[in-house]
């Protein structure tokens, strides 16, 4: 079997197990932060769990880049995009967090094994797989439109993320009622920011591999922003009712 039909297998088993670990966040919600609880095994701290676990999202993009054959402006933009985000997930974001809880390697190995796979998913249809994209692809509809998300979600969820950082001195962890910005509408702009950034790269990277992350996003994220929204309600007996979870007006 050839590597594009390989490549093709796992991009499907890969959307089905999306659908599978929908189902499974739906029924019990992942252990770290405020849902950490006991009986997850060994634990790390929470800053240390978040660099180990995106980091493999960096080195396999940049690997496979350095592997692969195409080399125009396009893709340059795309390993820089992409390493605009998960160079602020991994080395900026886990080191300014402001959470004394701990992470169970449980869920960072899930997210190393997942970043491991996507990465290889992304950086391989990108770069040697996929159809070449030359320059032109830059002024192209679906690249402008899928960079103005990317670029809206980004600044939205990097936002919601500064502003759960703001409640906290450092060394404290108790949870605020949020207030401001679109946490007067959403318990958790930071994955709506978050599935809406993705949705973009589907979009201007115009890939399979692109739209499989977008719903692997949904996947973990609903059903965690259901969680958290269930979370606020029951914790703060003065929480807006006309706030949603995570789609303003919506869901
Ligand atoms: N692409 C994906 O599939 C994916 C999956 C998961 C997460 N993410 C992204 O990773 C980031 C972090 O996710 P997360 O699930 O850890 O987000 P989160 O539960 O909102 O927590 C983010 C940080 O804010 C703190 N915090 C949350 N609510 C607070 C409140 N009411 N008052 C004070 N502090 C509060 C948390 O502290 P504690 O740690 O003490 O709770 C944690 O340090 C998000 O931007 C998310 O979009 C992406």
Redesign the pocket.
Known sequence: MDERTTYDLLLVGWLVLAGAVFVALMRTTAP???F?RPGWGPVLS?RLG?LLMESPAVVMVVLLFALGRHRSAADWTFLVVWNVHYGY?TFI?SQR?????SMPMVVVAS?MF?NVVNGYLQGRYLFALGPSRGAEWLTGPAFLAGLGLFLGGLCV?VQ??SR??S??RPGE??????RGGLFNYVS?P??L??MVE?AGWALLTWSPAGVAFAV??AA??LP?ALA?HRW?RSTFPDYPPRRRAVFPGIL
Do not use: I, K, M, V
């Not at 967090?97 to 809880?101: E, G, I, K, N, Y």
């Not at 962890?173 to 949020?178: A, F, I, N, Q, S």
């Open positions: 770290y932060g405020r950490a929470a978040w997930r974001y967090l402001r959470s004394s809880r997210g997942f969820h919601a993320d759960l950082r409640f906290r962890r108790h949870y605020d009622l949020p958790c930071n994955y920011g978050e993705w692997w996003t973990n994220l965690r958290c606020y």
